[in-house]
């Protein structure tokens, strides 16, 4: 006999067998161990959630609400790690913050057909500028703005995009760490994953505010999440740029592709 997790949000019951609460489980795992080391996990769970019955805009809340759950655990693995200075990342977290709310916010105000087929030509540039660019990342070089530029401008701009729509999210926050502030790609990932928990809190509260969020499907998948992401940080600390570099260009591509057939 299935068991059954029957309940209701916003006048919608959503019935969900034990199986498929596992799946879910299951591939919040694996999307937890590649947003970790490349981003792009959304590009698992979002499709998972809209299988499993749940209506669009609650899937994407609900993401926000799993996704968190990673991105802490990556976060504070790197913190323990060192490879996190959160004194110095102050400013960066407060913008990350407001950049989502702002983006969250502006999306129920408006038509993002348009950015949306900008996105996928985006995504394909970053792809290819990993797959060419043979060196970058590969050692710590000189930051070209001052770290409080850096927040005010690029911080917010993807921070919004994340609250917005958030495909590449840790892809952009990446190649910003990289190219303005010279990070090596280890290290550019892990800063990402502290801006992008941020980014992925400030939506999270955004949407429980009006209750679109599936806590059930996302505490359960949360789950997943904590040990997908304790396995991807891992990962980033031993293997660094050999793994790092080819996950951002294939889920990059992925992401593009995925985007051009919606």
């Known amino acids: 006999m299935l068991l059954y997790i029957i309940f209701n949000i916003e006048e919608i019951k959503l019935e969900i067998s034990f199986e498929i609460l596992s799946i879910l489980f299951f591939v919040a795992f ?3 161990t590649i947003d970790t080391i490349a981003g792009g996990g959304g ?3 979002i499709p998972a959630l809209l299988w499993a019955g749940l209506p669009p805009a609650s899937a994407l809340a609900t993401n926000k609400l799993q996704s968190v759950f990673g991105t802490f655990t990556a976060s504070f693995y790197f ?3 060192q490879m ?3 004194q110095e990342m102050r400013p960066m977290l407060i913008m990350a913050f407001v950049g989502s709310l702002i983006g969250s916010y502006t999306i129920l105000q408006i038509d993002a057909t348009l950015l949306k087929k900008i996105i996928p030509i985006l995504l394909i540039l970053i792809g290819l500028y990993f797959l060419f660019s043979k060196n970058t990342g590969e050692i710590e070089k000189h930051k070209i703005i001052s770290k409080l530029t850096f927040a005010l401008i690029f ?3 993807i921070g919004f995009y994340d609250g917005f729509l958030g495909p590449g999210t840790g892809s952009f926050f990446t190649i910003a760490f990289i190219h303005f502030l010279g990070y090596e790609i280890s290290n550019a990932t892990a800063q990402t994953k502290v801006l992008n928990f941020m980014t992925n809190l400030a939506s999270l509260l955004f949407f429980i505010l009006f209750g679109k969020i ?3 499907v996302g505490l359960t998948m949360g789950i997943g999440q904590i040990l997908g992401a304790i396995l991807g940080a891992k990962l980033v600390v031993l293997k660094g740029q050999k793994l790092i570099r080819p996950l951002i260009v294939i889920i990059s591509f992925a992401m593009s592709i995925k985007l051009f057939l919606n």
Do not use: D, E, P, R
């Open 155 to 157: 911080v917010t701009i």
């Open 79 to 81: 913190i323990k790690k």
């Open 43 to 45: 590009l698992l769970t």
């Open 84 to 86: 996190i200075n959160l």
């Open 214 to 216: 599936y806590f059930i």
């Open 30 to 32: 694996s999307a937890g």
